[in-house]
């Protein structure tokens, strides 16, 4: 049972980045604008991925050579995609082409470090 709650904490961090980031990829790509309607759902997803990120980091019984580094980087970048959903307005719709680059980037810095997590004994 000890591993139910950080299976249950990687589901909520990933389940909740499919939502945000799946839902501006739909209005940049497709819908061409993100809903009013999406605004109550990011506030509860970012408290998601804030909560379950924290446990995440904190919960890890060893940081590999240039983990932080490469995790404060990764904050950056995410404390961009929440600013940038909060204060998304209609008329300036190039902020979700913002989102989309840094939350790709932000992936691929996330499996970077699961990476050297998994190699790092
Ligand atoms: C939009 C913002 C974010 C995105 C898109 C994101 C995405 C991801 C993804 C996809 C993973 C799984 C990586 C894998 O297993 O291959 C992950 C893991 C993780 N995330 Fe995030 N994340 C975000 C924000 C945050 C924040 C704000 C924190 C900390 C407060 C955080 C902390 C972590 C930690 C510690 C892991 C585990 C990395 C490891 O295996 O060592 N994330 N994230």
Do not use: C
Not at 44 to 72: D, T
Not at 79 to 106: D, M
Request: proline share 5%; hydrophobic share 55%.
């Amino acid at each position: 049972m000890d591993v139910a709650v950080p299976i249950f904490s990687r589901w909520l961090h990933i389940f909740s980045v499919i939502v945000l980031l799946g839902g501006v990829f739909y209005a940049r790509f497709f819908a061409g604008e993100l809903s009013d309607r999406f605004k109550p759902m990011a506030y509860i997803v970012i408290g998601g991925i804030l909560a379950s990120g924290l446990y995440n980091f904190l919960s890890k019984p060893a940081y590999p050579p240039h983990y932080q580094l490469w995790f404060g980087i990764k904050v950056l970048l995410a404390l961009h995609v929440f600013a940038a959903v909060i204060l998304y307005r209609k008329e300036k719709p190039r902020t979700l082409t913002g989102v989309v680059i840094s939350g790709a980037a932000i992936v691929a810095i996330s499996a970077y470090l699961r990476a050297i997590s998994l190699s790092f004994k």
